[in-house]
T-cell receptor, first 115, second 116 residues
Framework: QKEVEQNSGPLSVPEGAIASLNCTYSDRVSQSFFWYRQYSGKSPELIMSIYSNGDKEDGRFTAQLNKASQYVSLLIRDSQPSDSATYLCAVSPFQFQGGSEKLVFGKGTKLTVNP | AAGVIQSPRHLIKEKRETATLKCYPIPRHDTVYWYQQGPGQDPQFLISFYEKMQSDKGSIPDRFSAQQFSDYHSELNMSSLELGDSALYFC???????????????FGPGTRLTVL
């Protein structure tokens, strides 16, 4: 079983709708959670980070974390065709300063926003 | 804002050849990570360096080695290349001193390696 699971999609939503992306993880000690957006052939772009239970909002994006359920989600409001990309959920074990922690990625969810 | 720089952007090699990939982290970032992403796959962690010391090691073949230099740039050396090494190789960097932004990793544009 992969450590980070995402619905592979594809997920298709109309322009202006809310896109909802989900992710579960298996390692209970995980502390840091990230959402990356990746366009085809390009590098992952960090769009959200979340460390505490609850919601975190940044513009049209809202990340939600529930550590008890080992679940993290990303909501994209007012979806635009330019949001069409693969969204990668990434998890790292420790909230740690003074070192590095690798990211473990899910396989990604491909989102298509239709005009 | 300055981003992670990787070179070369594209590299074509023959089997059994050697390749060197370079990464220049965001200024004042002290940690560098290398990831490999095959076609249709998610990025897989290879190796990381903090303050010029190897800090973690993932699924990196023994044919590969890496180091971080005094100016914090890093190089990934790949020898005896195989067809299966064809992939996108990403470097990412982070700062250990960023308050409220623990382990936020910023990726470079990647090097696309093709082994023929």
């Amino acid at each position: 079983q992969k450590e980070v699971e995402q619905n592979s999609g594809p997920l298709s939503v109309p322009e202006g709708a809310i896109a909802s992306l989900n992710c579960t993880y298996s390692d209970r000690v995980s502390q840091s959670f990230f959402w990356y957006r990746q366009y085809s052939g390009k590098s992952p772009e960090l769009i959200m980070s979340i460390y505490s239970n609850g919601d975190k909002e940044d513009g049209r994006f809202t990340a939600q974390l529930n550590k008890a359920s080992q679940y993290v989600s990303l909501l994209i409001r007012d979806s635009q065709p330019s949001d069409s990309a693969t969204y990668l959920c990434a998890v790292s074990p420790f909230q740690f300063q003074g070192g590095s922690e690798k990211l473990v990625f899910g396989k990604g969810t491909k989102l298509t926003v239709n005009p | 804002a300055a981003g992670v720089i990787q070179s070369p952007r594209h590299l074509i090699k023959e089997k059994r050849e050697t390749a060197t990939l370079k990464c220049y982290p965001i200024p004042r970032h002290d940690t560098v990570y290398w990831y490999q992403q095959g076609p249709g796959q998610d990025p897989q962690f290879l190796i990381s360096f903090y303050e010029k010391m190897q800090s973690d090691k993932g699924s990196i073949p023994d044919r590969f080695s890496a180091q971080q230099f005094s100016d914090y740039h890093s190089e990934l050396n790949m020898s005896s290349l195989e067809l299966g090494d064809s992939a996108l190789y990403f470097c990412a960097s982070s700062s250990s001193s960023g308050e409220g932004s623990y382990n936020e990793q910023f990726f470079g544009p990647g090097t696309r390696l093709t082994v023929l």
